[in-house]
């Protein structure tokens, strides 16, 4: 069975500087990968995702993945953090083999980011 | 938003009572998921719906029950609440399944006394 291993549970950072949160999942077989972020109190909302194509993936926000299969990673980055991206940040896998119907998602154990001024 | 709506945000009950909370989506989306949320575990799904009536175990069902009568419906059940089921509780729905955006709910906050 597939599983997700985020490798840090807190990442504490300053301001504007740069902040990388890994990702790795277990299996080698073909894979859907997932970022999902969590505002304090609220549900979970979708950063970015890789289903296929560019390895590299960006969000609106800035914040970029890229899906390494040789390392069975998906980390993800970004090169100036904000204040307002402190949050809970959950990498997620399917597998593929389903074929995207009960591939259900697998979570994380998750990443608290903490941004300080 | 996504048009999910879990009900009740909020609830505390008894050790030994039943507990149903509801899910209910206008997004018309095949498929459904229950969630629990906990302190160092991340998300770990409970029980999860492909269609009207069709639904399957995920990897924390023992305890929980599901139905899906209507679409835009998905219930949980606890049908005797216990401790160990305080926690925070998401639904979530998707179009197609694993390869498409999941999309999740407030969350139901539930405690067991």
């Known amino acids: 069975a597939q599983s997700v291993t985020q490798l840090d549970s807190q990442v504490p950072v300053f301001e504007e500087a740069p902040v990388e949160l890994r990702c790795n999942y277990s299996?080698?077989?073909?894979?859907?990968l997932f970022w999902y972020v969590q505002y304090p109190n609220q549900g979970l909302q979708l950063l970015l995702k890789?289903?296929?194509?560019?390895?590299l993936v960006e969000s609106i926000n800035g914040f970029e993945a890229e899906f390494n299969k040789s390392q069975t990673s998906f980390h993800l980055r970004k090169p100036s953090v904000h204040i307002s991206d402190t949050a809970e940040y959950f990498c997620?896998?399917?597998?593929?083999?389903?074929?995207?119907?009960?591939?259900?998602?697998?979570f994380g154990k998750g990443t608290k980011l903490s941004v300080k001024p | 938003d996504a048009g999910i709506t879990q009900s009740p945000r909020h609830k505390v009950t008894e050790t030994g009572t039943p507990v149903t909370l509801r899910c209910h989506q206008t997004?018309?989306?095949?498929?459904m998921y229950w969630y629990r949320q906990d302190p160092g575990h991340g998300l770990r799904l409970i029980h999860y719906?492909?269609?009207?009536?069709?639904?399957d175990k995920g990897e924390v069902s023992d305890g929980y029950s599901v139905s899906r009568s209507k679409t835009e419906d998905f219930l949980l059940t606890l049908e005797s609440a216990t401790s160990s089921q305080t926690s925070v509780y998401f639904c979530?729905?998707?179009?197609?399944?694993?390869?498409?955006?999941?999309?999740f709910g407030q969350g139901t906050r539930l405690t067991v006394v």
């Open positions: 979530a729905i998707s179009l197609r399944g694993g390869n498409t955006e999941a999309f």
């Open positions: 299996s080698s077989v073909s894979v859907y």
């Open positions: 890789y289903l296929s194509g560019s390895t």
């Open positions: 997620a896998v399917s597998d593929r083999s389903y074929g995207g119907s009960q591939g259900n998602l697998i």
């Open positions: 997004e018309n989306h095949r498929y």
């Open positions: 719906s492909y269609g009207v009536k069709d639904t």
